[in-house]
């Protein structure tokens, strides 16, 4: 008994802390004590998303002086920026928002469960059709648009190209035709930087636009479990481009340890010809090589036939945020400012123009680079097809290992292929998709 | 703690009969515990909660798909996987050399430098605390440095070896070299340990063996055979569980320098369990850390016994 007595004290002092905790945090939320502050957690590993993300949270904070954003950068970057994210969120640990990729990444969140659902807001409606699609499951739209849609494909060193007399490729042949000229000439055809491992699987998802030029129906046949890589000649050849390339010994000498930066400096300086990114990357040209950004155009990754050829294309990341925020009201008005006209203003100041938007009312203006220029005409004609991971949820998370794998030589194209099929069907199963 | 030796081994009867019975039977197993039962309760609850529970949680989670919210039970279908994906099960057989390669040759490097450090060496302090050193410092820190000094075009190692005219390989982009190269980096960090765990047993040695051999005329060959190896068993019992155990559960050097990579070139299981955790896979990553627990157990003791049996038949 006397035990129980003295444990008494010690329960009244936890409850007393408990009320404490529970007047701090009401006093928090409270509406006479000033702006309510909402954190934007965002991984570091891009400079341009951050610098976007401050002038969104700066310009909205302006035209509201009752909400507060700001900008917590300090997640890590590449694989491990997933694991931060699940685990914030699994945990009820999320900021009020959170920048993160569109498509099926974000919806391998479990986004009916941990997200805020949006779909309520007006805006919603001015979101592009291809895009809204990305940040949606049956129930419910849960992320505004942080950037432009993006094509993926070569950056290319437009003075090599006129030295040597080549034109742009249309097909996959001609491609290999102008790298066998410019080798000849001592440049190096293909820069690759293994050392961001993320950048070795540009040709193969920039590949996208051939595989559904040939397989229609490739995204919902692999989500239902119907297809593979391997079986299908068409994303066969996704592995046998890069394949090809490095049989042909067509990278730089240190492919396997150049980094974005330094490969871009590379292409930039005449060193290499060709370089296979996101459009994204224009930005890095742009700031880094201000006087020779013109020097730099872009070509979609090219497929069998000069009629098929086209553009694949990114949709823009957004910001999200967690079912568990205090302050759904004033995040749904952030993403609100993010998704309007004023939005994609603060995007083009902090970044320039990278692509279209995928907000209605959002125009280009202003200066427009080299690369988005040659990019642009491909929107304009809906010659595009969407990524892969835009269309399936079906995304392994080894494939960059894997084109690692093909461009060093460890495996072949069709090793990798099964192998990517084998990844596929662990994360499809891991996540529950039906009919894994 | 300096209570228990001064505890009486077999404590004076007490006066009355009755419960004295009781008491010496009791006593019969606890002689060795000074405190009564709840005195260890603060600490089983918090091993009890922090370590046992979990653990037991795991070997539950192992057996499921989960997502934090939901769980799905799959019974061995994680395990199937785990040894039947070539590129997960390349993980598993690259612990063990990693492991063996690391533990055996700080077995043996670890010996050599104590013996040398251990002699009338000159600046022996100073040499002691330089290989101690690299024990101190953060594993990622010097992964990242190694990393650098590795770059195959840049890197010190390899201009430094361009001066006398040789072209270094590619030490981490190498698929064949990744692992030793990264191993080789976890000897240097880590033989400091084993040295002075090493010096300690030597130390240890009585002189009177060293006299003794000296006026036989024993050789040097001789008395490191005959004297300073068997002396030191129980400190290369130690060197060999603790570096076998660090090897097999190895995880941030390794995703310092190459994440596991070129390809899978470079992963072990515990790279390997990161990359299904990041992905999303819990129940997966959580039956491959089962696998690691079992792994390690199954690796360790045994050689516990083992190492154990013969130091006592010695």
């Known amino acids: 008994m006397s035990q129980r007595f003295r444990t008494r004290p010690f329960t ?13 945090s009401g006093g928090g939320g409270g509406e006479d004590d000033g702006p309510v502050t909402l954190t934007w957690y965002m991984g570091a590993g891009v400079p341009d998303d951050i610098a976007t993300a401050e002038q969104l949270a700066a310009d909205f904070s302006a035209a509201n002086p009752d909400v507060e954003v700001v900008v917590d950068a300090s997640g890590p970057a590449g694989v491990e920026i997933d694991a931060q994210i699940r685990t914030k969120l699994g945990t009820g640990d999320m900021a009020d928002l959170f920048w993160y990729n569109s498509g099926a990444l974000m919806k391998q969140l479990n986004p009916d469960q941990q997200l805020l659902n949006v779909g309520d807001g007006a805006w919603v409606e001015d979101l592009s059709e291809d895009y809204r699609g990305t940040v949606s499951t049956e129930n419910g739209t849960y992320g505004a648009p942080v950037g432009a849609a993006m094509g993926g494909g070569f950056f290319y060193n437009v003075p090599v190209y006129e030295e040597l007399g080549l034109e742009v490729p249309k097909t996959w042949d001609d491609f290999m035709a102008n ?55 068409a994303a066969l050849a996704s592995f046998q481009k890069v394949e090809a390339l490095a049989e042909a010994d067509h990278f730089n000498v240190d492919f396997q340890n150049l980094v974005l930066d330094q490969a871009i400096a590379k292409l930039v300086n005449g060193e290499g010809a060709h370089y296979p990114i996101l459009t ?46 205090e302050h759904p009201e004033e995040v749904k008005r952030f993403m609100a400012f993010v998704a309007s006209p004023d939005g994609c203003d603060s995007i083009t100041e902090a970044r320039g123009v990278t692509g279209p938007y995928v907000v209605a009312g959002c125009e280009i203006e202003g200066d427009v680079s080299r690369i988005v220029e040659d990019m642009l005409p491909y929107f304009e004609d809906g010659a595009t097809s969407p990524a892969l991971e835009f269309l399936s949820q079906v995304k392994g998370p080894n494939l960059q290992a894997f084109t690692v794998e093909v461009g060093t030589g460890i495996s072949t194209a069709e090793d990798a292929a099964r192998a990517y099929d084998a990844d596929n069907a662990v994360q499809a199963q891991q996540l529950g998709l039906e009919g894994w | 703690m300096s209570l228990a030796p001064s505890q009486p081994i077999r404590p004076p009867i007490p006066p009355s009969t009755g ?11 606890r002689v060795n515990k000074p405190y009564p039962g709840w005195f260890y309760a603060p600490a089983a609850v918090i091993y009890g909660v922090l370590f046992i529970a979990p653990t037991l949680a795991s070997f539950y989670f192992a057996f499921t798909r989960w997502s934090f919210a939901e769980t799905e039970f799959v ?54 605390a330089v290989i101690f050193f690299p024990v101190l410092v953060s594993t990622v820190g010097v992964g990242i440095t190694f990393k650098i000094l590795l770059d195959p075009f840049d890197g010190l190692v390899n201009k430094a070896l361009a001066v006398i005219g040789i072209q270094g390989p590619g030490w981490l982009t190498d698929p064949s070299l990744a692992l030793l190269s990264i191993a080789a980096v976890d000897v240097w960090k880590g033989i400091g340990l084993a040295t002075l765990i090493y010096i300690a047993g ?11 051999a000296k006026v036989d005329g024993a050789s040097a060959w001789a008395v490191f055979r005959h004297i300073t190896v068997p002396m030191v068993r129980p400190a290369m019992i130690t060197v060999i569980i603790l570096s076998l155990i660090g090897g097999l559960r190895t995880f941030d050097l390794i995703w310092a320098m190459t994440g596991g990579g070129p390809g899978f070139a ?49």
């Open chain 2, 19 to 29: 419960p004295a019975i009781r008491t010496r039977r009791k006593l019969g197993n």
């Open chain 2, 266 to 314: 470079s992963d072990v299981i515990a790279s390997t369990i990161y990359k299904q955790y990041a992905a999303g896979f819990y129940g997966l990553s959580t039956a491959g850390n089962v696998v690691l627990f079992l792994v390690v157990t199954a690796a360790v003791l045994p050689l516990y016994l083992f190492l154990n049996r013969k130091s006592k038949d010695l």
């Open chain 1, 280 to 325: 994204f990357a224009q930005a890095t040209v742009q700031q880094n090589f201000p006087d020779d950004a013109d020097d730099i155009g872009f070509f979609p990754v090219p497929g069998g036939s000069a009629e098929d050829h086209g553009l694949t294309t990114w949709m823009p990341s957004s910001v999200y945020a967690p079912a568990t925020t």
């Open chain 2, 202 to 212: 030597i130390v240890a040695i009585p002189n009177e063996y060293f006299e003794a």
């Open chain 2, 75 to 128: 019974g061995f279908d994680n395990f199937v996987t785990f040894f039947t994906e070539p590129r997960l099960f390349k993980g598993f057989t690259n612990t063990f050399i990693y492991a063996v390669l690391t533990s055996g040759a700080k077995v043996v490097l670890g010996l050599l430098l104590a013996i040398v450090l251990t002699s009338g060496i000159f600046a022996r302090g100073y040499l002691r």
């Open chain 1, 12 to 24: 009244a002092a936890l409850a007393i802390g408990a009320l404490a905790l529970a007047g701090c």
């Open chain 1, 179 to 233: 790298n066998e000229a410019i080798k000849a000439a001592g440049v190096d055809p293909v820069i690759q930087s293994y050392g961001d491992t993320w950048t070795s699987q540009m040709i193969f998802l920039a590949d996208y636009f051939n595989i559904q030029a040939a397989e229609p129906d490739f995204a919902d046949d692999l989500t239902a479990n119907e297809t593979t890589f391997a079986e299908t000649p």
